[in-house]
């Protein structure tokens, strides 16, 4: 504004030397300078001016954008991180006040409603279509390609790979509508698949559920394939936990050969099976990865088989400088490639050769998927995906 102002004054001196100068020439007299004559190159400086305003306010409104998607993204990392244990902590607090009423009501109305996540949830458009959630994919930005349509009449499960550290691009994707899931597989109701222990966390259930997260166990993925009609599509992240602690930046590999329980599901339910894999997501964060036989992946393990997941020691960027660490993870475009569905025939009792069978041809369509679209996403046509 400062340059806008000093120019257009200089404007200003411009036109009252040019008036003096006609009037001393009138009189006979030499001009009393040549600064007149360059009023039309001072003029040219507003348009200068002006495009230095315009250029700072979009940059301004550029730096602005990019930190409210870091803020988007950070405040779900958070959520997944510590809502839950936060929030049972205040509730018990709530406990010891004058305050104890609401959290006797809330923990009365959690009893009654303990077995809604086995049952699909309660999901809720709005929030799904929070304007968060678009800055949160445009921070990476997060991509869904849709490769072959989906009949509304068959039930599905998807297979998502790799898990990553957190699975960000399932839950982007999947869990909230800023990739426009619903309008490029109209009819299909995605259901992501997480730990059933999220859900007996107060607070925190309600958010998963209002986002169409439901438990990744038996009792909920009969119900949504048997008693919820067609068009259910239940995201499953096969590698889970395990597959977590060899995430990272470079490496693409999966955990499958002995992940056949998904597939013993589909058989049951005639439930077609359709391979994903997500592109960068391993490129996010950065972890330290702890060798076989080390102290560090005997802890991890112990809690993997304990508790249902495995920590990891892992790092991402600061909130307010890429260059420092911090858990904002690092903005890495993630896409995810929707392939083929496999036609699954509905047989109430598999035995062991169907399901090995069809985990076969699901592990083949996986890397047939991985090898067709890896150099469209960055990656060399010698890159190979190693499957655990």
Known sequence: MKTLIAAYSGVLRGERQAEADRSQRSHGGPALSR???????????????????????????????????????????LSFLVMGVACSAFLMYIFCTDCWLIAVLYFTWLVFDWN?????????????NWAVWRYFRDYFPIQLVKTHNLLTTRNYIFGYHPHGIMGLGAFC????????????FPGIRPYLATLAGNFRLPVLREYLMSGGICPVNRDTIDYLLSKNGSGNAIIIVVGGAAESLSSMPGKNA???????????LALRHGADL??????????VYKQVIFEEGSWGRWVQKKFQKYIGFAPCIFHGRGLFSSDTWGLVPYSKPITTVVGEPITIPKLEHPTQQDIDLYHTMYMEALVKLFDKHKTKFGLLETEVLEVN
Not at 118 to 125: D, E, H, I, L, P
Not at 173 to 184: I, R
Not at 254 to 264: E, S, W
């Open 254 to 264: 999966v955990t499958l050969r002995n992940r056949k329980g998904f597939v013993k």
């Open 274 to 283: 359709v391979p994903m894999y997500s592109f960068g997501e391993n490129e």
């Open 35 to 77: 600064e007149g004559s360059g009023r039309w190159g001072t003029g040219s400086s507003i348009l200068s001016a002006l495009q230095d305003l315009f250029s700072v306010t979009w940059l301004n409104r550029s730096k602005v954008e990019k930190q409210l998607q870091v803020i988007s993204v950070l405040q779900w990392v």
């Open 116 to 128: 809604t996540p086995k049952k699909g949830g309660r999901r809720s458009q709005w929030v799904r």
């Open 173 to 184: 994707n999947f869990s909230t509508e800023a990739t426009e899931v619903s309008k490029k």
